[in-house]
């Protein structure tokens, strides 16, 4: 139905930038909200980021300043731009994304596999 991919993690050393990209396929309708969750080693997911289909953007306290979500004119690629990363920002990156995949259906979450973003010097 709706596939979620992302991309652009790896390696940086602090105080550098990463930004990754979700891009979303499949059977889509209407994307709704679009969020960015993380999840580092034995700790659970914690969301970082959400947009709205409008553009309107809010952040968890331990990003603000740092972060910033965006998505495309089209809708259907989100992106979360990462500046000052530290090493506690080292986690798995997953996008999530609300949809309906038909016209009066009903909205459901998708998520995608993860990218690794390691934050070492």
């Known amino acids: 139905q709706v596939q979620l991919v992302e991309s652009g993690g790896g390696l940086v050393q602090p105080g550098g930038s990463l930004r990754l990209s979700c891009a979303a396929s499949?059977?889509?309708?209407?994307?709704?909200?679009m969020s960015w969750y993380r999840q580092a080693s034995g700790k659970q997911r914690e969301w970082v980021a959400a947009i709205t289909e409008g553009g309107s953007g809010g952040y968890a306290d331990s990003v603000k300043g740092r972060f910033t979500i965006s998505r495309d004119n089209a809708g259907k690629t989100l992106y979360l731009q990462m500046n000052s990363l530290k090493p506690e920002d080292t986690a798995v990156y997953y996008c999530n994304a609300n949809a309906i995949v038909v016209r009066g259906g009903t909205v459901s979450a998708y998520w995608g596999q993860g990218t690794q973003v390691t934050v070492s010097s």
């Open positions: 499949g059977s889509i309708f209407r994307l709704d909200n």
